[in-house]
């Protein structure tokens, strides 16, 4: 097992490519703690884990407050004895048109998937420290490397991820913690059920896909397990893009 014997903290991992990466980890051999919003949601994927011989904590948590965040990260540690991995995978995707891209729908987007991403990886890395070694899993998206329309915060939010990747990664190698991103293109998830139900924009996705699919969580969990394991000890401040090749043209 790949991450046997590590402790994984996964945010947003009640559903979607959180919840895959969770199954994933726990596969692996990791002791996995979920945080999120929705206990019910966690509470089944806590529920999957230990019923095929897992160890698995659900939390909720909103990671945008910090007072959240400090107790995500006590409490994992109190159940787990240490941490060894974060997964920022917390996020939130709101389609509007400039005009109608609101103060409200800035600041959500901003503060959960970039803001949440930095207070979780500062409140985590002491605890890293303790263990000589740790691994930082940013999800960011295509999102921040292309653009699209109805879509400012979102690509804001997850362009910026990618530069924080970069920096933290830059002064957290020496200290031997990784921190690395992975960009997904269009995977089905709740996140963007909502544009994926358009046929019209499904068809424009598989078209635009060398691969001719949309990505499903499954595609993901993997890139998440390398960048979380031993073998990925010299890969530092990368993005992984896992997109069929959408970006390639």
Not at 52 to 77: F, P, Q, W
Not at 221 to 242: C, H, K, M, Q, R
Request: proline share 3%.
């Amino acid at each position: 097992m790949r991450l046997k014997n590590k402790v994984a903290l996964v945010t947003g991992g009640g559903t979607g490519i959180g919840k895959a990466i969770a199954l994933a980890f726990a596969r692996e051999g990791a002791k996995v703690a979920l945080t999120g919003r929705r206990m019910d949601k966690l509470g089944e994927v806590v529920n999957e884990i230990k019923k095929n011989g897992g160890k698995a904590l659900a939390i909720s948590a909103d990671v945008s407050k910090i007072k959240d965040v400090d107790r995500m990260v006590t409490e994992t540690v109190k159940k787990f004895k240490k941490l060894d991995i974060l997964v920022n995978c917390a996020g939130v995707l709101f389609s509007a048109d400039l005009a109608h891209h609101t103060e409200k729908l800035w600041d959500e987007t901003i503060d959960i998937n970039l803001k949440g991403s930095f207070l979780a990886t500062q409140r985590a890395v002491p605890e890293m420290l303790k263990q000589g070694k740790g691994k930082v899993i940013h999800i960011a998206s295509i999102a921040g490397q292309i653009g699209f329309p109805n879509s400012v915060a979102y690509c804001a939010s997850k362009g910026g991820i990618m530069g924080m990747t970069k920096a933290m990664a830059m002064e957290l190698a020496p200290k031997k913690i990784n921190v690395n991103c992975i960009a997904p293109g269009d995977v089905a998830t709740p996140l963007n059920e909502h544009l994926l139900v358009k046929p019209k924009y499904l068809k424009s996705r598989v078209d635009n896909t060398p691969y001719g699919r949309v990505g499903q969580v499954q595609d993901i969990a993997p890139g998440a397990v390398y960048l979380a394991s031993d073998e990925s000890d010299f890969t530092n401040g990368i993005t992984l893009t896992i997109d069929g090749g959408l970006i390639i043209q």
